[in-house]
């Protein structure tokens, strides 16, 4: 679905989707309580918090990284002097939906392209002309089957919350994915890093803002299309696709295997707040070759 031939990098041209508002109390209730309960355990082994996650998640001869000693340790709060797009336009949105909650716009499909010219083409056709739509380093775009597209929406809804992780010199860099959908044929999937969430909550800056757009489907289009701007100052365009392509495994995975269930087990635990969550088991499973 997002292998690299569908990928494409690209400057988004129009300004972002607004945010998904998901409720403050389910979000800051999830981390934290993965916290207490890592807490209560290293206090009952007499170690550190930093002790107890490096021994949980390190593999045998392999190092791991503070970034997951510190998965939620709160730390201060570093500012940027640059401001890029995405932070710009998501505070200029919340603004403008704070102080005019009538002028909310949702960004659709034609709000990008011409919906009427493009139902003319067929699907190789419509997916190179987005791919080229959207071609620069800041973005990146892919286009959907019907059929995977639905079992993600599907489990994405039912679970509109995970955390996944991205390598790191030995350790990994863990990143909160948030689903939301505003309307019919829009799908939205924000992605923040975890330390930028622990500081900020709801008014964390994602650094990827990805959006599904399944408008052609009603015209018999046998496509699905994604872009996604991401915010280059703070992740790499390769380490968002590593993202994408980590969370197809998680949101589309076959029911009818185990390697399926033990996937979408980690999401339904993780969203639940679920003891049974096992950070091991999800870098496993992120690290498997397919």
């Excluded at 932070?87 to 909650?101: F, G, V």
């Amino acid at each position: 679905m997002f292998g690299s031939a569908l990928l494409r990098r690209s400057r988004c041209l129009h300004a972002p989707f607004l945010p998904p508002r998901i409720p403050v109390r389910c979000k800051s209730e999830l981390v934290s309580k993965y916290m207490n309960q890592i807490e209560a355990k290293a206090k009952e082994l007499g170690v550190s918090t930093e002790e107890l996650l490096k021994h949980a998640s390190a593999k045998p001869k392999q190092h791991v990284a503070p970034e997951m000693k510190h998965l939620f340790e709160k730390k201060p709060h570093k500012s940027s002097a640059k401001s890029s797009a995405i932070n710009d336009s998501t505070s200029a949105a919340r603004n403008t939906e704070a102080n005019h909650p009538e002028s909310k716009k949702i960004k659709t499909l034609d709000s990008f392209v011409d919906v009427e010219k493009m139902i003319e083409l067929d699907e190789k056709s419509i997916e190179y002309l987005w791919r080229a739509r959207h071609q620069s380093e800041y973005s990146v775009s892919a286009a959907l089957d019907p059929t995977t597209y639905a079992r993600l929406r599907q489990v994405a809804r039912e679970y509109p919350l995970f955390l996944l992780p991205v390598p790191r010199d030995g350790g990994y860099e863990m990143h909160y994915l948030q689903w939301s959908f505003p309307e019919r044929h829009t799908v939205h999937l924000i992605i923040t890093p975890l330390e930028e969430y622990k500081l900020h909550q709801e008014f964390a800056r994602p650094h990827s803002m990805i959006s599904f757009h399944s408008d052609l489907l009603s015209h018999k289009k046998n496509v699905v299309l994604m872009a996604g701007q991401v915010d280059t100052d703070v992740i790499s365009t390769a380490d968002v696709q590593f993202l994408l392509l980590s969370m197809q495994k998680f949101y589309t995975a076959d029911v009818s295997t185990p390697r399926g269930q033990r996937r979408l087990k980690l999401i339904a635990d993780f969203y639940n707040g679920s003891p049974d969550f096992s950070y091991q088991t999800l870098l496993d499973e992120v690290d498997t070759v397919e």
